[in-house]
């Protein structure tokens, strides 16, 4: 069983963890959710959900580790300890996914110096300020780096969490997953429609 380590943080965005959750969700036999905060207990999203967690302490390392974006991540980008935390969890992480402004959070610790990347393009000014050495795509709904997987703003974790599944369990698995969910979805990683809308 592989972990599957969600982390959490005040004003999360809801979408950027249960899109990507219902996906990996699917693979239960594969797969053990878990959820985390910097030290555990009660974090509430920025839509008011309530999600009881455990410490950064607990995560074992390995695995495969998911860090939504939010608003709180404009607060946490300056928070050295929650970076340098997320810095040794991602390290001693198998795989590392990011959802829209999530990304800053790995960039800000200069886990994505050199490596291509993307986020959520209404924020896409901000998250690059955080990151000056990352090889930003601003047309990409996901992009994929050595064990660095980072995505478009909100919906398009699903999509990413279909290319992860799709990379590590095959096309087939990440279409059976998409037609159960009955979600129609963007295959083609390094076109974001949602960019033409900006």
Same mark, same amino acid.
């Given at each position: 069983? $592989?972990?599957?380590?969600?982390?959490?943080?005040? %004003?999360?965005?809801?979408?950027?963890?249960?899109?990507?959750?219902?996906?990996?969700?699917?693979?239960?036999?594969?797969?053990?959710?878990?959820?985390?905060?910097?030290?555990?207990?009660?974090? $509430?999203?920025? *839509?008011?959900?309530? $999600?009881?967690?455990?410490?950064?302490?607990?995560?074992?390392?390995?695995?495969?580790? !998911?860090?939504?974006?939010?608003?709180?991540?404009?607060?946490?980008? %300056?928070?050295? *300890?929650?970076?340098?935390?997320?810095?040794?969890?991602?390290?001693?992480?198998?795989?590392? !996914?990011?959802?829209?402004?999530?990304?800053? !959070?790995?960039? /800000? @610790?200069? !886990?994505?110096?050199?490596? %291509?990347?993307?986020?959520?393009?209404?924020? #896409?000014?901000?998250? /690059?300020?955080?990151? $000056?050495?990352?090889?930003?795509?601003?047309? @990409?709904?996901?992009?994929?780096?050595?064990?660095?997987?980072?995505? @478009?703003?909100?919906?398009?974790?699903?999509?990413?969490?279909?290319? #992860?599944?799709?990379?590590?369990?095959?096309?087939?698995?990440?279409?059976?997953? @998409?037609?159960?969910?009955?979600?129609?979805?963007?295959?083609?990683?390094?076109?974001?429609?949602?960019?033409?809308?900006?």
């Amino acid at each position: 069983m $592989i972990n599957f380590n969600v982390i959490l943080f005040d %004003n999360f965005e809801v979408l950027d963890v249960f899109g990507p959750v219902e996906v990996i969700g699917k693979l239960s036999e594969h797969y053990a959710i878990k959820y985390f905060s910097q030290y555990g207990g009660l974090v $509430i999203s920025k *839509q008011n959900t309530r $999600i009881e967690t455990f410490s950064f302490s607990e995560i074992s390392h390995g695995g495969v580790l !998911l860090i939504p974006g939010g608003m709180g991540t404009r607060r946490l980008v %300056n928070d050295v *300890q929650f970076i340098n935390d997320i810095k040794n969890i991602a390290g001693n992480s198998d795989y590392v !996914l990011s959802v829209c402004t999530g990304s800053a !959070l790995l960039a /800000k @610790a200069g !886990l994505l110096d050199n490596r %291509n990347a993307t986020t959520n393009k209404k924020a #896409f000014n901000w998250v /690059k300020s955080n990151g $000056i050495n990352v090889k930003w795509d601003k047309n @990409a709904r996901w992009v994929v780096d050595g064990k660095y997987y980072t995505s @478009a703003g909100v919906s398009a974790g699903i999509d990413m969490a279909l290319g #992860f599944v799709a990379d590590i369990h095959g096309i087939d698995m990440a279409n059976e997953i @998409a037609n159960h969910i009955e979600y129609y979805w963007n295959r083609n990683k390094r076109d974001d429609k949602s960019c033409h809308l900006v």
